[in-house]
DNA sequence: CCGATTATTCAAAGCGCTTTGGAAATGATT
DNA sequence: AATCATTTCCAAAGCGCTTTGAATAATCGG
């Protein structure tokens, strides 16, 4: 059933059903009633493809997902960030469009569902330090909201990012209060953006301290748990093994614990761990007490918050870019104790 | 820049020029050529809006997420799925909409993104064992493929499912050759489809070699790691423990994994486990040998596999449904071992 | 070189909605 | 009762594309 066959039915102009549904003004209670409960009884929904063509809106959402970044990126924490903004698109009316496409393709397709108009909006996931997508989407014209930050891009952009140095300098700090003075990095893709804060926040929270960090005891790669397990491994297997693991992520962490189990050690006794935490709905660090001490933030919660801000920013532009930074809580479970005693 | 203007700044109708583009035969090639070139020169992309008001398709794919599902379905298995699926759309012109509703609405969500015309189709996820969108789509006559099955829905339906009696049949009794005769079950929640099916395959394995199933040692909840932990935590603190578990995911075994050693027990050894393997890209099962005896199938390749055959069936609707049963292979890792000599 | 084909191109009519600019009906004010 | 302001409703013009039916240009056999 169309709007005309629709107003038909009830003996009135399209203009009026029209104004009715859509909580104009110009109609009266009892009229607008009338329509909502006749589109009701019907099963009457305007048809969003004439809608949009007639609004010039198309009230969805762009994501676009290199397909060969998922390890990194998208697999872990991504489900959640969807489930967050998810949420706050269907009370907004909004529903998310989700491209999938090979990397060398990503630039292009921005740019093809901006131009072809198939969204209003995007979100940008896992920026890389330079990132190229931030000035193509300030070309095109179309709003746009960084989950993350882009160091090197020196223009204003709309973000939200965690605080990774301060976390990872606070996680560091926590162990070198502990005692511990050997601590290996296990960190995500150094190309990411936030891989490089987290890095900083180490080292220099190392290097506040009199210690220079260690090469051998930094790696950086995909957040896996096989990785966390060869890193940890490997690194436990030196002459002079660290006594304590700041990892990237939850994942890579159960690799370490079974690599320090393989061992024959004890996680939080012979060696201890902390990880950052995005607070991942089916990899929960623990239902009461944490598995883990670490430094925790919610990346559900950032979907929620990027997909609010980003329709605000459809709403009305804002004068000057949006940019939150959001604080990451400590804390502490079984996985951390003092440093073993030198022999 | 829309069609009118590109096709008055070539000098052509704007018949020709759209013809040119969605190749037509009843146009040259050299004014093709000339026609595909200017659109690159300038950037003309189609407006997608207008395009499938005219055609009558949106060229998108619905999938509907519940919120509060995420952790049995969404999360693990999902974002593997999306990114298959999510392929093989691009390769073929369509868009992915995601719509994240709360548990209530999904049925009305269903219902309204058909309605408006958002959607050529669905995928439908994590089918219950009688589960009632597959009689609404019907009812509503559009096309969509069911991942996974639904028992008690007696009418034919498109779907593909992966063998999960089977493969339970045969995780059990690869353990049963082993010697083990106290083996528990850690599924998923029961009122999935695939979880039932598990059941039953663990079941009836049991059965064939006489033993009846012990109700202390099978459980089912949302699969995540501190089920699995506190799930194995528990029946091993019984008075006759098991000796080995059957696990329905990857993420409650690594739960497992932590619950046997926390009682300082040896996985492999002592205790025994094997598991559904999904494939996740990012909990890859050990890299060369696996860490974990498993039945496999790549859930990725099921997205695929979906999401080719629901745009054959939107292109031509088949004369009876399809439907495809995946066996998964089984793949020994170091998790399983003879059952210990009894005492 | 002409009428019949065939290859190109075009004008115009939708697709189903929103929205502008008015008209009709109602109520308030003199 | 006449005037004016409001409320309520409507006809018609887009939104930017595809596609039908028809016109024109090019090609060909005789």
Redesign the interface.
Known sequence: MNLREFSEKLGLSQTTVSRALNGYPEVSEATRKRVQDAAIAH????????K??ATGR?M?IGHV?P?SI??EM???V???F??G???V??RNGY????????DD?EVKAY??LA????VDGFIVHGPTDDDPRIALLQKLGIPFFVHGRSTDVRVPYNHLDVNNKRAFVRATDFLLDLGHTRIGLINGLERMDFAQRRRHGYVSALRARGIEPDQSLMCSD?????YGY?AAHDMLRKTRPPTAFVASSI?PA?GI??AI?DSGLKLGKDVSVICFDDA?????N??GEP?FTATRSSVRDAGKRCAELLIDIIKEPPATPIAELWEAELVVGNSTGPAPAKD
Chains 1, 2 share one sequence.
């Open positions: 099963g009457y929904h305007p048809n969003q493809r004439a949009s063509l198309s969805q997902i397909v998922q390890h998208m697999n872990v991504f489900a959640d969807i489930a903004a998810g949420e698109y269907g529903d998310m469009l989700m491209s999938v496409v090979s393709d740019e093809e131009r072809k108009g198939s995909e957040m896996t748990e096989p060869k994942v159960l614990r079974r189990e991942i709905s089916y990899l929960p623990g239902s598995i």
